[in-house]
Structures are given as C-alpha cells and as structure tokens.
T-cell receptor, first 110, second 111 residues
Framework: DAGVTQSPTHLIKTRGQQVTLRCSPK?????VSWYQQALGQGPQFIFQ???????QRGNFPDRFSGHQFPNYSSELNVNALLLGDSALYLC?????????FGQGTRLTVV | KNEVEQSPQNLTAQEGEFITINCSYS?????LHWLQQHPGGGIVSLFM???GKKKHGRLIATINIQEKHSSLHITASHPRDSAVYIC?????????????FGQGTILTVHP
C-alpha cells in the first residue's frame, strides 16, 4: 500500500493562473482533508471531503475549491493565484481513528 | 491567542538526553495529536490521545484533559529524532475532523 500519494510534488505557477493538486488516499480511507502550510508555520485546514461532499471548511476564500471522486481520491483547485498562495499543500486521508498524511505538493507562485 | 500553543519553539539537545515538548490548548477537543514532520514536508502521525498516556518505543505522550495540556517525551534522544514536532487538536465528534495545529517545535539532536 503506497499510503497517501500527492501529485505533483513541486509546481511553479504565475500569478492569476489556476492550479489543480491531486491526492490519492490510503486504501480504504474514505475521508480526505487538505491543509495549507506556509513556510515556518503550522498547517491550516482548508476543507474536508467525505462521500464526495465538502463536510467542513476552514477560513479560506472561494478561490479554493475541491472535489472528491467515487474512489475517494480528491482534487484541490485554486483559482486566480496570488503570491501568498505559495505554500506546501498537504493532503490527509482518514478512516475513523487512523490518519495518514501525504508528502505534500510545494506550490510556488511567481 | 492561538488555540494551540507549543513550547519551546526551538529545542537543541545532545544525543541521549531526555526531551519534553509541551502543548496547551484552549478549546474543547475530541482528540489531541502529536505529529512529526521532516524536512521536505511529509508528516507522520505519532500519537492520537483523548486521555491518559501512550508509549511507542522511545516516545511517550501524555494528556491532562482538566488542565488542557499534553506533553511529548523522547527518551534517549538520537540525531535521527531531529524534526519538527507538531501538536494538533480535533474538535467535534470525529477524531480526524478539522485539525487545528500548533506552530511546531523544531528539535535538533546533536551527536
């Protein structure tokens, strides 16, 4: 089992562009959460998906959207990128009392 | 004030030393998590606690629900323990719902 897989690992985008990040959860995990971690900071909760629905959302603007597919994989979309969106984006999959984190996608906006 | 506060922010130790990292929180929680993050980003879940104490190898985690405080101890520290240790809490009915993270403690263990 590969655990939680995120792609791509690194990405460079220009201000105003749009980006899609992908997450494949650990086998059997039905819940996917996304976090943004700015350099030197703790992760901040973006949103969580369960049964293809957004179940909880953190304090992020509507430019941040997501999707969960029937196989539980998930995408994070960010529109109209800002320099401040540069961060490590982490995906975590969970099932009841177990959770695993991916290695993250390092997004740089220039 | 952050809902989750960790101390110290930075910790340097010599190999073999006993290490303690503290976490205080100000909200009701369903569970508290200790996580380890190495350079490059990947996060590993070390413990999930809702009461008492847990031990795994050289790592021990305790929580005092009344005092809203948790500690992570590392016995006989080793350079490979060097990492960022993060405390996080989950609120509401699920153990892995929205996690609120502390700022992390950067641990460096010298040989």
């Amino acid at each position: 089992d590969a655990g939680v897989t995120q792609s791509p690992t690194h990405l460079i985008k220009t201000r105003g562009q749009q980006v899609t990040l992908r997450c494949s959860p650990k086998s059997g995990h039905d819940t996917v959460s996304w976090y943004q971690q700015a350099l030197g900071q703790g992760p901040q909760f973006i949103f969580q998906y369960y049964e293809e629905e957004e179940r909880q959302r953190g304090n992020f603007p509507d430019r941040f959207s997501g999707h969960q597919f029937p196989n539980y994989s998930s995408e994070l979309n960010v529109n109209a990128l800002l320099l401040g969106d540069s961060a490590l984006y982490l995906c975590a999959s969970s099932l009841q009392t177990e959770a695993f984190f991916g290695q993250g996608t390092r997004l740089t906006v220039v | 004030k952050n809902e989750v506060e960790q101390s110290p922010q930075n910790l340097t130790a010599q190999e073999g030393e006993f290490i303690t990292i503290n976490c205080s929180y100000s909200v009701g929680i369903s569970a508290l998590h200790w996580l380890q993050q190495h350079p490059g980003g990947g996060i590993v879940s070390l413990f999930m606690l809702s009461s008492g104490k847990k031990k795994h190898g050289r790592l021990i985690a305790t929580i005092n629900i009344q005092e809203k405080h948790s500690s992570l101890h590392i016995t006989a520290s080793h350079p490979r323990d060097s990492a960022v240790y993060i405390c996080a809490v989950s609120k509401g009915g699920t153990s892995y719902g929205k996690l609120t993270f502390g700022q992390g403690t950067i641990l460096t263990v010298h040989p």
